[in-house]
């Protein structure tokens, strides 16, 4: 009886890349699992061609109305990135989440397409030893409970890159000759940012080698002059650079070549994975850098305190559902919507320094901000705050640490 | 009835800089309360030198037993900002808490002093719109419930600068030139940080002019190559640098000084004070900022992920302690408590790249690594970890997710 | 110049019960701030007759149209009652609220009727050692930024219950007889509940008189024979006992009576005020112990635990801010938010057994139901849960202990 | 090759209660492991006699010297009831954790033994579908990351009654009587409490049938008349009852028989299980509910409020984490430092009311008492309390949100 006799399975929808693995796993369906297959290709903004992807499919025998490419950029920056952002998110204090916020709009698409096209199970590239895959199942799952889901790497034997070639070469698939030796690291790539990870990155006392970096200029090639920028938002969401209104994604790109025009969004991290190891990655978050920041210059101005503390006691528990791959969970969904509550008139124009690897803001103004210069000032006041007030405050708030004190 | 009479105080410790305010507040003191005063002037590493506050307290009346001079700058790193350090403290995301964090250790020995002198009162030039007067006086407060506290900037009526200098000359305190006119911004300064606000900053779209900072050389005027150093943490605190073993404050100090010729630890943030209003404020913390990067770098390492994530967690409510003037404060000491105990083998080496306003850890080892090359390895893994399990993993972690699924 | 002339005020709204304590203020406000008084008497089902307030305000020369009696009791169960139960929100973990959800929605009123009748303040009967006095006025504030607020009880005179009363007499405002003496502790009251404190209950080692209560029977003399009733629930709020459709307000009753028949809701607590002193209450909640407890039942089989660990974790926060009196601030909102979306599909039955004192759930079902009999039995459950996945489920999960525990 | 030979197998400690099942267990690990097997009975207060697991052990050929018996009732009421009931754990609310709590001590005696007969592996009689697996084998691994642990449940076939009693006959294990049947339930006991799940209790609408309690009689035949008792606490920890000093053990088990005669500590509840299942369980905690609102009585008069509410906010996550089996980790340490630093003066007597069903407490007294009757009082205070602060206080609360209303 073969794997898809009793599996069950008929048709399966594959996330494709277009690349090797992706190619190989194709092709394993079929012979495996003997069932049809449908290959979606997504266009996050990674920066390939994905028309090959298409002949390649051809190539294997898939018919073309089971080829998907789909443009998600808008979709990916609009209804994730820009949510996420708007909870200043960063895994273990720096991580911009950027592998991990593409996984749930890939799976989303996964499964619309295995309802489009009568599919009962669904298919990806990633390893057992990652996160990735419980991103994409944990996704998958919550939007389709019955869908069936195969993962490659964790069932085959292809685990060494000489059987897998091996096996390609068996199957006529073409290997290019790149791809034949080791690839010094593993990377990932959208619009947000690009990660590497593995081979020469495994040593966490070695320094990440310029090689590893595709995304932006060394901080030390740089340009030797500061450049400024303004950037505003309309109740929490970026809307336009240096007074030009621009769409979500076309916003990122465009912070994206200011990103690696300055160095800027380099990160070299040791992260607890989910599936309880620690991991060294290197992450270029060009524009995503600068746009996290730009958001917290304006929140400055324009958030309550409470509403702004409160955001910074969850943050950690809301990236951490990202990073888990629990984006389409109940819990996340109620910590969003507590963040875009706050996120009302978090509007106005913050004004950035871009210089070798820093991205600071130097100002932030806003139709709504919640500074008041005539509060604060060092100047008279005109009794907009009476001192003495104060007074009272300490003596309350003191109050309790008193009693403790006479205790002692 | 004189004041004194009403507030049966008679001898009151005051912080003093020697300064200008805080002379006419010696003053003030004696001529309003007619109590006997002791001056306490705090060597914190501001850069200052303090023997000047011994001889204008004389010149005042003060009798060399009630001169306190105080060399603090160990205590102070040591039991204050590496305890500190060690939670990654930042209060709204950013700010090292350079201010908020000396305050404590100011009111700690305000009220010893007070014990050994018998003195029933203690006094502080803090303002009424600033944290500062809660700061200092929480921390009075938790240690002596019954000290009394006066704050004369809530209490007297000088409250233009112009009625300062007349009521200082009035009673022959001397009044430096540079003094006369207001200052364009106001300034507080220790080891950790030196902080600016008021006046020139008032105004959040502005940009800090160069000349408000003090502690660091322009990024653009830093070294044009980048310096690599290596810091070595024992047990989360700091201990050697480049292999050099270092007291804590003598450590800080040496970074301060890397951190001032590369440019770092800059911040322009508009915060929320406790007391309810927004402020803007210039901050320089040269060393803190490149100690609090590699305090994270050797807890990407050595710290478990429950401990890391828990800390995150926790983080922003124990800065919020801090900044807000709730050192000696039972939940402040619990959090601590929580905090000191993951630091155990939070030990190695973190490897840094200083680079105009840059400090980024590029390298990290300890003989406590909790990162395992064997379990993360592409490569074969010798079994350490059966990407099989992962398929369970994901089943019982999704099972939630899908009930919920098919509800819908 | 007078108290009016100074504070510049020409018009208040009083919150006026119609007892002593607030018809001298009435006077005190007419004579003290020679202005004009506006009184609002609201029923929030406290069980008392309105109409004499509105003698009495008569008979202190108010005009009809400024005295202002409304019956809010709808509105208080729908949108501050209910919102609160959906957290589950216990205050020190048993409080249920019952004060404090009430605060805000007569300054809600107050701010109204001040704007409705060209007010310029608005004014209490709370004292300045409570909680009230905060919950009053930071409400007023958030809903009308220039509103002026007086607080007689912090600013007169009046201290002692004797000297009140000679005022009192002097101002010819009638005195009952049993006010005369002092009253054995202070009440509030409710449709939630009534609060008792002070006086006979100042010392937290005496037990609660039985004359204190007076809306619940002592569980001794409730019927010996349980009682069964059933609750539904739509989308989180009740909606009908014993399967009869009924509004919040008029379920509440309803479950208030059951309350009282059967001892239910009795709550001796020491409790920690906002202003930093401990004090002693006792609490009786009888419809409101029941709902709550009926609520957890609902959310017990229709919640997801995700979100049921997350409201559990935000709802200390949530009541704290309810006590503390930030009803109308931004994290309570933003938490409410999270909460309520949370609250879809928590719809079904609960079914409790009442029985001197206690009521607890003893059955729940639901057409959203998320327990699963088919996957939990400990029968054959046709493949619903594959207990292998345990084991990989497990083993991921250890593997971060298993590699600390190398460590050690 | 045999399962022994492939696993490595050599010798196991198993966890054996003397019952059928865990005696089909022990036969199986020597038929299919072919491996030596020592059993380690522990008494946790059960109430079974656990000799008879000594003549059964050696009638299937366990030497003298392979069979432990250990009392750990003391260690299981000190070293883990208590420290946990010091955070007024409950799960979900209600859950007081009896299960929970026992197998992480269950697992370090077998980790001990295992080292002391020098077995590699460890086995339990948990099934796969419930938490207890995950409890035990996180704990196992946390102590010794190479142990081997053997669930059977897990691995064998004998899934339904009727072929492990088959099995049991082929390899002559003596079967009850009364075991031949399906139990209507299941249930798990320690001196901390009773549960019952499965069969009779899965459909969570049916009233629990009062034959399923055994450790408590029905509240409706509990006495008449209420009993008054006294708890003494030091540090946190009870200490004595009624003026009687007793062992950790001893009181549990004193108040155990107390909350038996009073219907005390009966939970029909609804929860969710770590490994993704909702299940319905009923709980009898007798002597753990008077004990836990006994603790909450005396915190309320000597914790601060900054220290109890952020034991509060802690407290569910504690709560999971060991509902989830992660008592042996960092982050359950972290939280555990953190909670017993704020049990330093947790002294004092509570003095509670038992009446069927009931446990209130009605009075608490301390030497550390927080509470100051001089402070709350309605009567004169002798100035220690000035009402004009409140003033203060409230308008620098509400300053943030009048911009807030301001800006609306």
């Not at 002949?55 to 998600?72: F, V």
């Not at 505003?232 to 979500?248: C, H, I, R, W, Y």
Request: proline letters at 5%; a negative charge.
């Amino acid at each position: 009886m073969t794997v898809a006799a009793k599996s069950g399975i008929k048709k399966v929808v594959l996330a494709y890349s277009g690349g090797l693995d992706t190619s190989v796993i194709l092709k394993w369906l079929q012979v495996e699992y003997g069932c049809e297959v449908v290959t979606f290709t997504a266009d996050l903004g990674q920066g390939e061609e994905l028309e090959p992807a298409r002949e390649k499919a051809r190539l294997m025998g898939i018919p073309d109305e089971h080829i998907y490419i789909d443009d998600l950029r808008e979709e990916f920056v609009r209804d994730f990135v820009f949510p996420m952002m708007r909870a200043n998110a960063r895994y273990e204090g720096d991580y911009l989440l950027g592998t991990s916020i593409a996984r749930p709009l890939i799976s989303k698409r996964l499964i619309e397409i295995a309802k489009e096209t009568g599919a009962d199970a669904v298919a990806h590239g990633a390893t057992g030893k990652g996160n990735d895959q419980v991103r994409f199942e944990l996704s998958a799952y919550a939007l389709n409970p019955d869908i069936k889901i195969i993962a490659p790497w964790r069932e085959w034997d292809l685990t060494s890159r000489t059987r897998l070639i091996e096996w390609a070469e068996q199957h006529q698939i073409p290997v290019p000759k790149d791809k034949r030796g080791e690839s010094p690291f593993s990377t990932d790539a959208n619009m947000l940012h690009t990660s590497s990870e593995g081979k020469v990155l495994e040593d966490p006392w070695e320094e990440t080698p310029d090689y590893v970096y595709s995304r932006t200029v060394n901080p030390e090639d740089a340009p030797d002059t500061p450049e400024y920028i303004n950037i505003d938002f309309v109740d929490g969401d970026g809307t336009a650079l240096n007074g030009v209104e621009m769409s979500p994604a076309t916003l990122l790109e465009a912070l994206n070549e200011l990103g690696r025009k300055h160095g800027i969004g380099r990160l070299d991290l040791v992260e607890n994975r989910f599936v309880g190891m620690k991991s060294r990655g290197m992450y270029e978050t060009p524009g995503g850098e600068i746009y996290a920041r730009a958001h917290r210059g304006i929140e400055q101005i324009t958030l309550d305190r409470g509403a702004a503390h409160l955001k910074d006691e969850l943050m950690p528990r809301y990236a951490e559902l990202i990073y888990n791959g629990f984006w389409f969970s109940p819990e996340r969904e109620m910590l969003q919507a507590a963040i875009d509550l706050s996120q009302k008139n978090v509007t106005g124009t913050v004004r950035l320094k871009l210089y070798k690897g820093n991205a600071n803001v130097v100002g932030r103004k806003s139709p709504f901000s919640l500074y008041s210069e005539k509060v604060v000032t060092f100047e008279d006041d005109a009794g907009a705050y009476d001192q003495k007030d104060a007074a009272g405050f300490i003596k309350l708030n003191a109050l309790r640490l008193r009693l403790l004190g006479e205790r002692k």
